[in-house]
């Protein structure tokens, strides 16, 4: 097995994090793999928002529903990264919608949030990526501006307990050839 495959393997959606802080390096290398992630044309749509604040996590935290289970220790993480996209940049030609999906600032976050969780699993660091809030109430915590929209919350730190992996199913299940 090749170390990305145990890499991919091995990373874990993470809700509770030991007393230590991310640092600075830790933080840029994350960021890096973002820097390389692919985009549509490179539009590189993705901005991000580091937090470290308490203040901020914990009004953060408040905002998160009591349904979501990341709720309870989300302002215990270290960090907590704000990803948001520039909208009407990626899947847009001289400014015209090229897509029958409309703007694609959603799938090239999914990549650099892929890139984010990836790389922080290979520095022996935790993620959980939360989609469960109200991202207008949480952008406007955080200042996102107009024209952007806030999409996920990824807490980061390092994690209290290995977990196991839950199940997955097997590649014949949803794999097709040639026709679905």
Not at 72 to 81: I, Y
């Amino acid at each position: 097995m090749s170390d990305l495959m145990g890499i991919i393997k091995g990373r874990r959606s993470v809700r509770k994090y030991q007393e230590r802080d991310v640092s600075d390096e830790a933080l840029n290398q994350i960021l890096e793999s973002v820097k390389w992630s692919p985009s549509w044309a490179n539009t590189q749509c993705w901005e991000i928002i580091a937090v470290r604040g308490q203040g901020l996590k914990e009004k953060i935290q408040e905002i998160l529903p009591k349904t979501n289970p990341a709720r309870k220790h989300f302002a215990e993480a270290p960090m907590v990264l704000a990803i948001c996209g520039k909208l009407e940049s990626s899947g847009f030609y001289k400014g015209q919608v090229t897509t029958k999906f409309g703007d694609w600032f959603m799938y090239d976050l999914g990549i650099a949030t892929q890139s984010i969780c990836l790389m922080a699993h290979d520095l022996g660091l935790g993620t959980v990526v939360i989609g469960l809030f109200d991202h207008d109430r949480v952008g406007e915590a955080l200042g996102v501006p107009e024209g952007y929209e806030l999409v996920s919350l990824i807490p980061v730190g390092y994690p209290t307990k290995d977990s196991a992996a839950p199940k997955r199913r097997e590649i014949s299940e949803f794999t097709h050839y040639d026709k679905f």
